[in-house]
């Protein structure tokens, strides 16, 4: 940047910007210059430029109206492309080289926006006329609905994945200080004294709240002098975190907060370790909130007009940017506040054409402005702002005698910037949050807080103390509270400096000002959801009287700022207009967050893949080298099949199918849940827990075994394999591996505390391979030293041995309904198993399938899987009847009896077979008996489970159908009005092969 | 919320799992209860407003089961205690 021209409202000196480092930036496609310190807004408005944006519903020209995040007009869309970010206050964006900003809600241009022309028609637009309108025919909703979301655009979004990172951090104090003002800084240095962990946090760049915009004095120099001593000295202290930039945006219970700080959106872009924004999750001891006041604006007409300011925030810019917001000013004030700001301004050479005050005397604080030669008008008010795209001048008009009339007599006053007070409100939204009470304050005219529920207190102007001094003081006072709660008993509250202590004197409530007869000027309450005093005028009358449906009702402070200029003001007029006191009609519910939040920042590093852990299998890698397609089974990622060349996946899902059934097949099923269980009463507890028995079931034995839960539902199946008189081992369905293991620890915790039985998740520590088909046994007896032989090994035997000289277990069970075997060896000898199974096996053509043709096996097999399993079927719908032990009491037993369990037309699991022998059975169809009879047609049960069989050479399924048992070979339909897809079934065993199992005891 | 396991200390919410009411004692003999007595057991709750003994699990921590006295109005939580131990403070 060489020779930066000073733009023409930049002060030649002062402020806290760095005007050795230009920065250029651009705002709708044109170039300017600001400087290091500075925010997109004050680099505007030092340019003269105030049109920011157009209001959300009218179009209305709107430009920059605070100095921090209580903005609700000055939202701009920043940087572009995979960054482009929506609805950023101008007031908060910190200036850095080559930014980019546009303005949002207007086509073609924010200086010519076609949309405007809504304006012209808004008293056809009250509130509620969407809902009004647009309710009825319903079927046209949806094309409504596109249009007025053009219409009423907030900004684009990013379409692109976020290309930055951002951290979540979570952390522990003492004493946490919310807001780094004067009563902030002070509270810190009390509490740090003491040696507590404190944390000070505060949304600004840099430390000092209003003092940054402020020619305030401590100890007779500047404010900042002192400002920057107290934050080095905290800085040097080992157990103090400052976090600027940083915003606490919600108070959660038990003292947890949590804060978004900036660390790299001040930057071109946040390069290498830097995230863009950091989440911090703080459980403080004790929290000391010293988070301000907001200043609220007046209700006048064309109040939302550019050039039209909060007062304060005309000082924040000549003090902290050096840029004055105009250069003839108009104030309108109801408080003394306006008095020390006017001064302030003229010190800067601000021209102050006139201060028009409603309050009916002189305050001595006006008079020294009065001194100084400049008009002041009491019992007056601005009732109209006038000018197009920025103020030209203001009409006033001296109040009736009870000021809710203007009493004739009006003046036009010309002006380039209008600077209004309508006193000041606490912000109380975290104390809130954190869910104190607060007290309506008559004199101040605001609520304030007043008990505390969780562990905090509330210092400074948040609690309605506005004098420099007395903020300092209530400071220290609050930071060593905060410091001997937390258990510093020794702390005591530090000697404050000397400093002003100016109140706002007499507050006149002033809530709308008064309009001319017949006037239809806007007088808005809300600026960034265009909400006007007539909104709430016809909501009153349209019989409103909650104000949590007002706010509903006319959108009232449900923007992204949540209403911080608007809270009262709103409050306070629908009180009017109801005839009751304000506190009657109460306060909307503050809720988290203080500010918007990004997503980004929220789902922090826990995006992709990093959202949630994959699990995989020992074998994982051999899967992938053999080029197996996966599929995620809850966390874990299974092969699905394994495609060789030239093959579809249905080819591949095929040949596996019946490679198993003619020779043999390996499948990883290392992520069947498995649990250990040791001790003296496991058969005992096992007995409990299933339907059937364990007691006898002898070492070297595996059974399956259904459990319930106890309201007589199915909860899961499985084998358990006794390894030991005392040992056992449990396999559990993938997706219930957890569930069931927390299910047993209740159990032994809570129910039968003296049973002696630990039990433990061994799912990782074993890797589990099923080897499945005719030759299975051929190929087991060539890498294991256990006998295989039919007569030594049973079905359903168990035995321990070596295999591929590795210490496992070897169970015969079939998933597969074919002779099969599943060998468990320790995880880490899983691969090494496996290749030697395919190497061992090489002649005997075995070859690995995935969970395609597993799950067509078990179909055809008629076993069950969560599909059947679905929490809503009992042991008898899904034929295990028999199994059920009537000898021991079980989990879920008593339930067995309930009438409901007991009547005649549940649903039974019973097969399916496609009628006409191609035509596939829908995924979830609806088993009907005629698809095209009167609706509702009755629906007698649902597909489960559906595939085509090679087996069979037809399309098959499981299905839940209402007395299915007795209606077999009865042809229904399969009908999915989901997909219009229909077929006939017929119905049948749901055990397409080997019903009788003689190919599993071969 | 911080939720003290009465093994680990004071803990994150999010490594717990809330296990139901703790003043719920499953029957001895299910059997030889009514259909009405069975229906209590198994799905009638009582909800006051304010405090409850419930049964939480350390589930991302030791994973075991212990009692806890919390306010559901407030979310204070008064006292934990093992699964044998008797919760104190809290009622007023
Ligand atoms: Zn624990």
């Known amino acids: 940047m060489n020779n930066p021209q000073i733009p023409q409202y930049r002060l030649p000196e002062g402020g806290r910007i760095d005007r050795s480092r230009p920065l250029s930036f651009s705002f709708n496609g044109r170039a300017y210059v600001g400087y290091q310190g500075d925010t997109l807004a004050s680099a505007l408005l030092a340019n003269g430029v105030h049109l920011i944006a157009r209001s959300f519903k009218y179009h209305r020209p709107r430009g920059i109206m605070s100095a921090g995040s209580e903005e609700p007009c000055a939202m701009v869309t920043m940087r ?11 007031t908060q964006i910190e200036l850095y080289e080559g930014l980019v900003a546009n303005s949002q809600n ?93 944390m000070l946090a505060d949304e600004q760049a840099e430390f000092g709240g209003t003092l940054c915009g402020r020619a305030e004095k401590i100890s007779n120099k500047p404010a ?99 840029v004055l917001a105009g250069k003839n000013a108009v104030i309108f004030t109801n408080n003394d506040s306006a008095y020390d700001a006017a001064a302030h301004m003229h010190d800067n050479g601000i021209k102050i054409a006139a201060i028009i005050d409603n309050r009916k005397q002189t305050s001595p604080a006006a008079q020294k402005l009065s001194d100084r030669g400049i008009l002041i008008f009491n019992n007056h008010v601005v009732y109209q702002a006038v000018g197009s795209k920025h103020v030209r001048g203001v009409n006033i008009s001296p109040l009736n005698e009870n000021g809710d009339k203007l009493s004739g007599g009006n003046i036009k006053i010309d002006c380039d910037l209008l600077c209004m007070s309508g006193g000041w409100t606490p912000s109380v939204h975290l104390f809130s949050q954190a869910r104190g009470k607060l007290r309506w304050h008559e004199t101040l005219t605001t ?62 409530a002033l809530w709308r000002v008064p309009q ?56 306070a007029v629908l009180s009017e207009e109801l005839g009751k006191h304000i506190p009657e009609v109460g306060l909307t519910t503050f809720r988290p967050p203080y500010t918007a939040q990004t997503l980004g920042a929220i789902s922090g590093p826990e995006r992709g893949g990093h959202f949630a852990p994959t699990r995989r299998s020992p074998v994982h890698d051999w899967h992938v080298s053999t080029g197996a397609s996966f599929m995620p089974a809850g966390l874990w990622m299974r092969p699905a099949y394994y495609q060789q060349p030239g093959e579809t996946m249905w080819d591949a899902i095929y040949r596996e199918t019946k490679h198993v059934r003619s020779h043999v097949g390996l499948v990883d099923v290392s992520s069947l849940g498995k649990i250990d269980l040791q001790g003296k009463d496991s058969a005992e507890f096992l007995n409990r827990c299933y339907i059937n028995g364990f007691a006898k079931l002898p070492v070297g034995k595996c059974r399956y075994g259904v459990m319930l839960r106890d309201d007589g539902m199915v909860f899961d199946d499985g084998t358990v394999s006794r390894l030991a008189e005392n040992h056992f081992m449990m396999t559990t369905t993938t997706a219930k591996a957890g569930p069931v293991l927390q299910y047993l620890e209740y159990l032994l915790d809570v129910v039968w505390p003296e049973l002696d039985v630990h039990v433990v998740s061994a799912t990782e520590q074993w890797c589990a391979i099923a080897v499945a088909g005719p030759k299975s046994r051929e190929l087991l007896s060539r890498i294991t030293d256990i006998d295989m032989s039919n007569e030594a090994f049973e079905f359903m035997g168990v035995r321990q041995g070596n295999i591929c000289d590795v210490p496992g ?30 190497t061992a096996g090489k002649d005997l053509k075995v070859s690995p399938y995935g969970l395609e043709a597993m799950s067509i096996l078990r179909i055809e097999k008629g076993h069950i899987v969560g599909a059947e399993l679905n929490g809503r079927t009992t042991a008898d719908d899904l034929g295990f009847a028999a199994m059920i032990s009537t000898r ?11 009438p409901a369990l007991l009547e005649g037309e549940r649903k039974q699991l019973v097969g399916l077979i496609s009628l006409d022998g191609k035509t596939p059975i829908p995924r979830g169809a609806q088993i009907v008996v005629n698809p095209d009879g009167p609706t509702p047609v009755a629906m007698l049960g649902e597909v489960t489970s559906n595939c085509y069989s090679p087996h069979v050479e037809n399309h098959i399924g499981l299905a839940i159908v209402k007395r299915g048992r007795q209606r077999i070979d009865e042809i229904l339909w399969a009908t999915s009005p989901l997909t219009k897809q229909r077929v006939r079934v017929k119905l049948c065993s749901p055990h397409f092969i080997d019903p009788q199992g003689e190919r599993l005891r071969g | 919320m911080l939720i003290k396991c009465p093994w680990c200390g004071d803990r994150s919410l999010a490594e717990f799992s809330y296990q139901g009411d703790a003043t719920i004692i ?35 921590g030791c994973r075991k089961h212990f009692k806890a006295r919390r306010n559901v109005v407030t979310h204070e939580i008064a006292d934990t205690k093992p699964m044998d131990g008797s919760l104190q403070g809290g009622r007023s």
């Open chain 1, 809 to 838: 277990r070897i169970y015969r069970i079939s998933f597969s309904g074919e002779l099969a075997y599943e060998i468990g060896v320790p995880s880490d000898w899983g691969l090494h198993v496996w290749e030697s199974l395919m």
């Open chain 1, 80 to 90: 572009q492309g995979s960054r482009i970010e929506p609805n950023i206050r101008a």
């Open chain 1, 224 to 322: 900042m002098d002192w400002v920057a001593r107290v934050r080095d000295e905290l800085a040097a202290r080992p157990d103090v975190t400052l976090l600027p930039r940083t915003v606490v945006a919600s108070y959660y219970d038990h003292n947890m907060l949590v804060l978004n700080q900036r660390t790299g959106e001040h930057l071109p872009t946040a390069e290498g370790f830097t995230p863009r924004q950091r989440i911090w999750k703080v459980w403080a001891k004790q929290v000391v909130l010293a988070t301000g006041a907001i200043e609220r604006p007046l209700v006048f007409g064309n109040n939302d007009l550019p050039g039209v300011m909060l007062t304060g925030a005309v000082q924040t810019y000549i003090s902290q940017y050096g």
């Open chain 1, 106 to 198: 207007c086509w073609p241009s924010v200086n010519f926006d076609l949309q405007a022309i809504i304006n012209k028609v808004s008293r056809f637009l009250p509130s509620g006329f969407y809902y009004k309108t647009f309710k009825w025919p319903k079927f046209l909703w949806m094309s409504y609905e596109k249009v007025i979301r053009h219409a009423a655009g907030m900004g684009k979004v990013a379409t692109l994945p976020d290309p930055d990172h951002y951290d979540h951090m979570h952390a522990y104090c003492d004493v946490l200080v919310v807001g780094g003002g004067p009563a902030g800084l002070m509270a810190a240095k009390s509490a740090a004294a003491s040696g507590a962990r404190v």
């Open chain 1, 447 to 508: 609520f304030i807080p007043e008990k505390s529920f969780q562990q905090e207190r509330s210092a400074g102007s948040c609690k309605g103390v506005w004098g420099l001094s007395d903020c300092l003081k209530g400071g220290a006072k609050a930071g060593a509270e905060a410091a001997k709660a937390a258990g510093f008993t020794k702390t005591r509250a530090l000697k404050t400096p000397a400093a002003s202590n100016h109140d706002m004197g007499d507050i006149r």
């Open chain 1, 888 to 898: 021991k009491p079980f989990m879920g037993q008593r339930s067995l009896r309930k």
């Open chain 2, 26 to 60: 499953r029957p001895s003999d299910p059997l030889s209860l009514s259909d009405n007595q069975w229906n209590e057991y198994l799905n009638l709750r009582n909800n006051p407003k304010g405090w409850h003994d419930e049964i939480w699990q350390h589930l991302n």
């Open chain 1, 516 to 571: 001319p007869p017949r006037s239809q000027t806007k007088r808005f309450i809300d600026f960034q959801d265009d909400v006007a005093t007539s909104d709430i005028e016809l909501a009153a009358r349209e019989g409103y009287r909650s104000v949590e449906l007002t706010k509903r009702y006319t959108t009232l402070g449900m923007g992204t700022d949540q209403g911080k200029t608007s809270n009262i003001n709103g409050l």
